[in-house]
């Protein structure tokens, strides 16, 4: 029973909801990306990606996500936290992980054509990276997405 209750607070329970997320994204005609801000344990932000209702370039899952846990914890830092999106942060939302001094940033799958790896590593030196968690997943929904786009 224990093991149980602990995996309610696994990276893929937090990765199930940013998960969820991009699906809002999805069906509102958005890049289904999605992302959720936890720290001690506890969803603090969630957010998908919004450029097109909000006609605004910056309005990334991982932005919003950012504005709501500094609003909500009433600090720009964001030392213990974690980010958990769906897909490997852009150059902009790494950059700006950076700057929040996030703890972890856990992402689905890679983006090889605009991810921020392609031109190195840009997150904060004592910020760790994981990535893979629901990969397959979030790139079918990715696939999916930009597959109904082309026809």
């Known amino acids: 029973m224990a093991t149980d209750f602990l995996s309610i607070y696994s990276d893929e329970s937090f990765m199930q909801q940013a998960y969820t997320q991009a ?35 910056t309005a990334h899952a991982e932005m919003l996500a950012f504005t709501a846990a500094s609003e909500y914890l009433g600090n720009k830092y964001l030392h213990d936290c974690t980010l958990f999106v769906t897909v490997e942060p852009c150059v902009m939302c790494a950059g700006a992980s950076y700057w929040a001094q996030l703890k972890r940033v856990v992402f689905g799958t890679s983006e090889p054509k605009r991810g921020y790896r392609r031109v190195g590593n840009l997150l904060h030196p004592k910020t760790e990276m994981v990535s893979g968690i629901m990969a397959q997943e979030c790139a079918d929904l990715m696939a999916a997405f930009f597959a109904a786009k082309r026809n």
């Open 23 to 57: 699906k809002q994204a999805y069906a509102e005609g958005e890049v289904p990306i999605g992302a959720v801000i936890v720290a001690n344990n506890r969803i603090i932000a969630k957010a998908y990606n919004q450029t097109e209702k909000l006609n605004d370039v």
